[in-house]
């Protein structure tokens, strides 16, 4: 047996009307933000991208626009072109940084360092994501850099034209007389290499020390002194031999005044030469060697 529902009143008829078309507004609002958000969000400006990069890159525009801004602005503290000046460090030497991400140095920039004699700079955003740009080129390796030049060309230059390899070694291969160059992109500046190529050391590297010895047999040798007191000399000689005498076994012990590592390079290589073995000493680095990038916490 059916059972008749009593009719609504009509105040009930009125709010439930009210009700759905309250509710049909809603879902319209809902589906025009669906279809707004897309058009909103590609209007918004960028933001930055993972790892707080530099939204200009690392181009070399951009670091030589940063160098000229940082001459103009900020050599008061900082020497001319990165070097230590009278009340602020080098931004380009050899040593650990508490400041290594973009985002990190772009913050230190534009509002200084609490505590210290770093200021807030008032350079605009744009320019000082180019100093950004120029003071990471200063820290970075030569196989972080972009370095134009045939590869290829200047790994042959390396093993014949340029004789690196009657000192150097490369993953095991080439001499022994001077520094292995396996890691040497993952560890120098460019600049750095361009140098060692170019200009002669001030200063010889301990374990490199040339020298040329009479034994008291009348023996000449020469080659680099590896160990060396008062007591005895280990050499190891042109041919890559290692011998180790006592004082009482030489007779002569002169000690050269210059490296054996050649710096003229840009007389007997050809510019494109230097280039490609540049381009190729610059892709020597092993993986897993980097700097670390992980950490920019405060550091004495």
Request: glycine share 10%; aromatic share 4%; proline share 8%.
């Amino acid at each position: 047996m059916l059972t008749r529902l009593a009719p609504l009143p009509a105040s009930a008829v009125r709010m439930l009307g009210i009700r759905m078309r309250l509710r049909a507004t809603k879902t319209k609002w809902i589906a025009a933000a669906l279809l707004l958000a897309p058009i909103a969000a590609s209007a918004q400006p960028p933001k930055p991208a993972p790892g707080n990069t530099n939204p200009l890159g690392h181009s070399e525009q951009a670091i030589e626009q940063g160098r000229e801004i940082f001459n103009h602005n900020c050599t008061v503290c900082h020497g001319l072109n990165g070097g230590a000046g009278d009340r602020g460090p080098a931004l380009g030497a050899g040593r650990d940084y508490s400041r290594r991400k973009d985002q990190a140095i772009f913050d230190a920039i534009q509002s200084g360092i609490p505590g210290t004699n770093m200021p807030p700079s008032g350079l605009q955003p744009m320019d000082i994501w180019k100093v950004v740009a120029y003071i990471r080129s200063l820290r970075a390796t030569a196989s972080e850099a972009f370095v134009p030049g045939d590869v290829a060309q200047g790994e042959k230059i390396f093993w014949s034209k340029g004789r690196c390899s009657e000192c150097h070694m490369i993953r095991g291969r080439g001499g022994i007389l001077g520094p292995d160059l396996s890691n040497i992109g993952g560890e120098q500046p460019l600049s750095v290499l361009r140098d060692s190529l170019t200009k002669a050391k001030p200063q010889i590297p301990r374990g490199y020390q040339p020298v040329e010895v009479v034994t008291a047999d009348g023996r000449r040798l020469s080659g680099i002194a590896k160990n060396d007191n008062n007591f005895s000399l280990q050499l190891l000689d042109n041919q890559g031999r290692l011998e180790l005498f006592t004082r009482d076994e030489l007779r002569e012990v002169a000690y050269g005044k210059r490296s054996l590592m050649p710096s003229d390079f840009e007389t007997t290589l050809t510019p494109a030469e230097l280039q490609d073995l540049l381009a190729f000493l610059s892709r020597q680095a092993i993986q897993g060697s980097e700097r670390p990038e992980d950490s920019d916490e405060e550091q004495p």
